[in-house]
């Protein structure tokens, strides 16, 4: 009996989508770059499964059913070209290929074009939800032809994580679009985790709590409006101990990781012209992190504050809970706001609910008012801002007075915040009838001749002046995002 699908890479994530399908009735045609790991995996994580083992590319392709489905988790870039490459002569037209790696939505667009000439279909497939989520669950992102979505959904939204008995993978749109969901995903992860490591350091430094107390406050947000994955995950690691019985997280170095795909979104962002202010702070601060030499220099150089919190405790993890609730709306704002800016651009047609409903399960920013977000684009399609949808319009009234008493708190203790603190100069930005953008302005025009319009006029009349009489009526080119 041949089987359903092929998988490439047996990775930690490669292993657990493997035993996923086959818990879910699949039969899948496993295959990696070493034999000894297909060995190890069929002789241990599954064996008495109906996995089967391929010790090449053309055994596989050739155990497979028609049309031929493999999937590749592998690392992105040049991997992924390489086993493209060497797939493409042995698959014929109508065979699938998936990308479910990080891969640059880019990178999917030029392939997908590429294998579209000779028949082949390829799917660019986002997943979320780690280790724990490829196993039970993930959340898929799909990008691909309607075609190719008839054929590969069945074994995707199978093994796809379920809520309220909806499967959390749903067709996104065309070409790279599943990876670019997933990318503006990772961007709002970055987000949250920075909004969450901001309250922590406030709470810890600033207020002097311990890490059993800051613990106990993470285990009521998660109760509340802020349940979500990572509140339930930092409400774990806070209470872990190490063999000494002093709590791991105060023994593990401040410097943080990236693999890249929150720098995508920014990068994205500033292509667009869409701010993503929260997102891009976010990955500035892993930046800074990483530099823990030249920070622990300085901190022997640069003056110190003595600055000590005298208020209301309760009062200020209180305000603090209100700015990570805020914040975590502005960051998904940011992010959806994004993916409007891109589906402009691109082309697509993007379903914003479907998204939500996506990341309501399996994925690691899942959290309580994705089912609000959902609601809010059922409501309204057309949405040009979440902040302008009722719910969260009142939220964030209600969250906006802790929002900007956490931020002041910051700055007395000397607390960098920067992602509450672009968060809230976003908002202020947003809510504005007018910013100073007319004065930044007439310095282009004053300094580069790069005109302007006028209130009193019609928009798209520009107009140019020779601020200093010596320097004429000719005007330059200008760059509107």
């Known amino acids: 009996m041949k089987a359903d699908i092929g998988l490439i890479g047996l990775a930690v994530m490669g292993q657990n989508l493997v035993l996923n399908m086959n818990d879910h009735g699949f039969k899948v045609a496993a295959h990696n770059r070493s034999a000894n790991k297909i060995d190890d995996f069929l002789a241990g994580p599954a064996a008495g499964t109906q996995v089967t083992g391929a010790y090449s590319l053309v055994e596989l392709v050739d155990s497979l059913k028609s049309p031929r489905i493999v999937m590749l988790m592998v690392k992105a870039g040049e991997v992924v070209d390489s086993y493209i490459e060497q797939l493409t002569p042995l698959l014929a037209p109508g065979d699938i290929i998936i990308d479910g790696g990080n891969s640059l939505y880019t990178d999917t667009n030029r392939r997908s074009i590429a294998l579209a000439e000779k028949g082949i279909e390829f799917v660019g497939a986002g997943v979320s939800g780690g280790e724990e989520g490829a196993r039970h669950g993930p959340s898929i992102m799909p990008g691909c032809s309607k075609d190719a979505w008839q054929i590969v959904q069945p074994i995707l939204q199978s093994i796809a994580a379920k809520v309220d008995g909806e499967p959390c993978c749903q067709w996104v749109g065309e070409q790279g679009s599943g990876h670019y969901v997933k990318m503006v995903h990772n961007g709002i992860e970055y987000g949250d985790m920075q909004i969450i490591c901001e309250a922590y350091q406030l709470l810890s430094e600033g207020l002097g709590l311990s890490a059993d107390e800051i613990q106990n406050i993470f285990a009521q947000w998660n109760k509340g409006v802020l349940n979500s994955y990572l509140i339930e995950i930092t409400t774990n690691i806070l209470g872990y101990k190490d063999e000494d019985g002093e709590p791991l997280v105060n023994k593990i170095l401040d410097t943080a990781g990236q693999k890249g795909t929150g720098k995508w979104t920014g990068i994205n962002a500033l292509d667009l012209g869409a701010p993503l202010t929260l997102i891009a702070e976010a990955v500035f601060a892993r930046c800074l992190s990483a530099q823990k030499e030249e920070r622990v220099r300085a901190a022997n150089i640069l003056p110190q504050a003595n600055v000590k919190f005298s208020g209301d405790k309760e009062t200020a993890i209180k305000a603090i809970g209100d700015a990570v609730y805020a914040a975590k709306i502005i960051s ?30 399996g994925c690691i920013i899942r959290s309580q008012f994705l089912n609000d977000i959902k609601e809010a684009y059922d409501n309204n399609p057309e949405l040009e801002n979440l902040l302008l949808a009722d719910f969260f319009n009142n939220a964030i009234k209600e969250s906006d007075a802790g929002w900007r008493e956490t931020v002041v708190l910051g700055v007395q203790l000397a607390v960098p915040t920067p992602s509450f603190s672009s968060a809230l100069a976003y908002y202020d930005g947003y809510r504005s009838a007018r910013l100073p953008a007319n004065l930044l302005q007439a310095q282009r025009d004053y300094f580069g001749a790069h005109t302007y319009e006028r209130i009193d006029k019609p928009r798209g009349e520009f107009f140019h002046t020779d601020w200093t009489g010596t320097g004429g009526k000719m005007a330059s080119t200008t760059y509107t995002a």
């Open 332 to 361: 998904y704002a940011q992010g959806f706001g994004l993916m409007r800016a891109a589906e402009k651009e691109y082309g697509w047609q993007l379903n914003y609910g479907g998204i939500a409903l996506m990341w309501r399960g």
